[in-house]
Nanobody, 119 residues
Framework: QVQIVESGGGLGQPGGSLRLSCATSGLTFTKYTMTWYRQLPHTSRGLIAAITATGDSTYYADFIKGRSTISRDNAKNTMYLQLNNLKPDDTAVYYC????????????WGQGIQVTVSS
């Protein structure tokens, strides 16, 4: 059974930092591109960052580029998103997604985790 579990969210201060984690089990982690999405109230889920299966390439949406770092530890089957210089506009539900390198296999989502940026 595949499990995707996000953690590390909660309340952050403007200008502060949070580190989100995405722990996986039940899948071959190194066969998945790992991605973070976020969903603001009354909007659809949008891609914000991604890291390839080998970790050698990353993608960031413009609004977090330069203040965020996505990483993965293939030995721990876990992905991370370091969010720095938090802004109130970062308030959203953040989702982890495991996207298979083999497009014929299934993609998996976590349940989402709330991040609220407020003073």
């Amino acid at each position: 059974q595949v499990q995707i579990v996000e953690s590390g969210g909660g309340l952050g201060q403007p200008g502060g930092s949070l580190r989100l984690s995405c722990a996986t089990s039940g899948l071959t982690f190194t066969k998945y591109t790992m991605t973070w999405y976020r969903q603001l109230p009354h909007t659809s889920r949008g891609l914000i960052a991604a890291i390839t299966a080998t970790g050698d390439s990353t993608y960031y949406a413009d609004f977090i580029k330069g203040r965020s770092t996505i990483s993965r530890d293939n030995a721990k089957n876990t992905m991370y998103l370091q969010l720095n210089n938090l802004k109130p506009d970062d308030t959203a539900v953040y989702y982890c997604n495991a996207d298979p390198v083999n497009e014929h296999e299934e993609s998996y989502w976590g349940q989402g985790i709330q991040v609220t940026v407020s003073s």
